[in-house]
């Protein structure tokens, strides 16, 4: 499955800002989906996931409370809500699709990727 994130752009500290990651070549609803983030000098990082069916979520602790991410399987898409942004969440953002049982929360459970978008929070 190839994939597209998009939506990234600069917001201010405290604002909000929503990312897409849409499919092309296979629907989505068979496909786990993340979201990983990448800062300058930093590892890339889990972010959000959702399994294909939306029953389950899963959130990195530094983003609880703050980001979301439903999925429109009608629309082949998976979004990343982010509310309440603070300057550490600028990063590259890269959403993955996976199918199977392997980990939702770390890279090599993933078996696609999409090029990233860039999200810049300013103080």
């Known amino acids: 499955v190839q994939l597209q994130a998009s939506g990234g752009g600069l917001v201010q500290a405290g604002g909000s800002l929503t990312l897409s990651c849409t499919t092309s070549g296979r629907t989505v609803y068979n496909y786990g989906v993340g979201w990983f983030r990448r800062a300058p000098g930093k590892e890339r990082e889990f972010v959000a996931a959702?399994?294909?069916?939306?029953?389950?979520?899963y959130y990195a602790d530094s983003v609880k409370g703050r980001f979301t991410i439903p999925r429109d399987n009608a629309k082949n898409t998976v979004y990343l809500q982010m509310n309440s942004l603070k300057p550490e969440d600028s990063a590259v953002y890269y959403c993955a699709a996976k199918y199977g049982s392997s980990s939702y929360t770390k890279e090599d459970g993933y078996n696609s990727w999409g090029p990233g978008t860039q999200v810049t929070v300013s103080s």
């Open positions: 959702i399994t294909y069916d939306g029953k389950r979520t």
